[in-house]
């Protein structure tokens, strides 16, 4: 049997658009939503019947958005019925789903979890309800904590909940009380993001006209690491730069992107990393709807992933992990990056105090984990 896949479904509607959202998502539109399904379970069948994917197991599946759990529990678990019967599935097989409150209730959710979803991921965001309004979210706190109540119920012992932090006018001790709140409730994974500014959504045209201004630096420094001392000392364990896990629970599926791992992406605007090329799909549903329907794979943009770039994404995506990389294994790997130069880059960067150099190993300070944007720019110019 060859290497592990994994798959991501995209399901590309919500009940509404958060102010900060820059993902593929669109208001949900029932008829539109119901030929979606139909192109998305087409594609399904037509990956599954690929050479390259026979003699593969997928180890995870991802069903995300927008918001799947808009969805019937019948409707998803169709789709998942499909994935079952035209891919193998490794017996162990994490499979996620993104819910957002509101949209689930403990019959639903028992009937997903029954039909084999085993992992949950909630978009909480916050619990003070003037900062959800403020988000644009469609739910409030007491509805997400219901939601988080009905998932235990219903059988989940696999739960992540979503939170951002970092946002308008939001004091640190704000961000203290939605993190015990989520916290006390117990769940095995959380992700805290840092809110940032997305071109084409309502809080880019709001910032562009100066009426949303963000914490300065010195102020984000503080929210990290307020995050990452409340986490680490509640048995949360950082192992990448926006997520915590309790041990053993870190999601399988998102390290699988950050180990250069195959996977496939299905539904509008996916992308996939599989057989030595990136493509993404198309991103206008319309447009990738009609594309399946008439027998095409709706390829939007595809690239060859070369030696070369394999080996700076290696390192680059590999140093998001909190246990960082193995210089000599990429090196094994990989012909490029020069290791020298590379070697000279890390040194720096540890005067800097933004790496830990522990040769072969290096990874990120909490200051590097902070600054990976930029420390990527740099990397992808070693030749
Ligand atoms: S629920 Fe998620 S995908 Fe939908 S609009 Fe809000 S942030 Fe975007």
């Known amino acids: 049997m060859d290497a592990a896949l994994s798959l991501y479904l995209h399901f590309p509607y919500c009940w509404s658009k958060c102010h900060y959202c820059a993902f593929n998502s669109i208001r949900y539109d029932k008829p539109q939503s119901l030929r979606f399904l139909s192109a998305l379970k087409a594609e399904i069948v037509h990956c599954g019947r690929l050479p390259a994917v026979q003699g593969r197991r997928l180890s995870t599946i991802f069903m995300g958005g927008g918001t799947p759990s808009i969805f019937s529990a019948d409707r998803i678990l169709d789709v998942l019925d499909h994935c079952r019967g035209y891919f193998d599935f490794s017996d162990d097989i994490e499979i996620t789903m993104?819910?957002?409150?509101?949209?689930?209730?403990?019959?639903?959710?028992?009937?997903?979890?029954?039909?084999?979803?085993?992992?949950?991921?909630?978009?909480?965001?916050?619990?003070?309800?003037?900062?959800?309004?403020?988000?644009?979210?469609?739910?409030?706190?007491?509805?997400?904590?219901?939601?988080?109540?009905?998932?235990?119920?219903?059988?989940?012992?696999?739960?992540?909940?979503?939170?951002?932090?970092?946002?308008?006018?939001?004091?640190?001790?704000?961000?203290?009380?939605?993190?015990?709140?989520?916290?006390?409730?117990?769940?095995?994974?959380?992700?805290?993001?840092?809110?940032?500014?997305?071109?084409?959504?309502?809080?880019?045209?709001?910032?562009?006209?100066?009426?949303?201004?963000?914490?300065?630096?010195?102020?984000?420094?503080?929210?990290?690491?307020?995050?990452?001392?409340?986490?680490?000392?509640?048995?949360?364990?950082?192992?990448?730069?926006?997520?915590?896990?309790r041990p053993g629970y870190a999601c399988r599926h998102n390290l699988g992107y950050w180990s250069q791992n195959d996977y496939l992406g299905l539904g509008p605007g996916a992308h996939s990393y599989f057989g030595g090329r990136r493509?993404?799909?198309?991103?206008?549903?319309?447009?990738?709807?009609?594309?399946?329907?008439?027998?095409?794979?709706?390829?939007?943009?595809?690239?060859?992933?070369g030696p070369a770039l394999a080996g700076r994404e290696a390192v680059i995506f590999g140093l998001r992990k909190t246990a960082g990389i193995d210089l000599d294994e990429i090196r094994r790997r990989y012909p490029t990056p020069d290791p020298e130069r590379l070697q000279t880059t890390f040194e720096q960067w540890s005067r800097d105090e933004l790496v830990i150099l522990d040769l072969p190993r290096v990874r990120l300070s909490p200051k590097g984990l902070r600054l990976w944007d930029r420390m990527a720019e740099e990397l992808i110019a070693v030749p």
């Open 279 to 305: 493509f993404s799909k198309i991103e206008d549903i319309e447009a990738y709807i009609e594309n399946v329907a008439s027998g095409g794979e709706a390829i939007e943009e595809s690239e060859p992933i």
């Open 98 to 245: 993104e819910a957002n409150p509101g949209t689930v209730d403990m019959k639903k959710l028992a009937a997903l979890r029954r039909g084999g979803i085993n992992r949950l991921s909630m978009g909480v965001q916050s619990f003070r309800d003037e900062e959800l309004v403020a988000l644009g979210r469609a739910h409030n706190s007491n509805v997400a904590r219901d939601a988080y109540r009905a998932a235990r119920e219903a059988g989940f012992e696999n739960i992540n909940l979503d939170f951002m932090y970092a946002l308008q006018d939001q004091r640190l001790e704000d961000w203290a009380a939605t993190l015990d709140k989520a916290i006390d409730l117990g769940p095995e994974h959380l992700s805290a993001y840092a809110l940032t500014i997305e071109a084409g959504t309502r809080f880019g045209a709001d910032h562009n006209n100066g009426l949303m201004v963000l914490p300065d630096e010195e102020r984000q420094i503080r929210f990290d690491e307020l995050t990452r001392t409340k986490l680490s000392a509640t048995g949360y364990d950082q192992y990448e730069v926006s997520n915590y896990a």
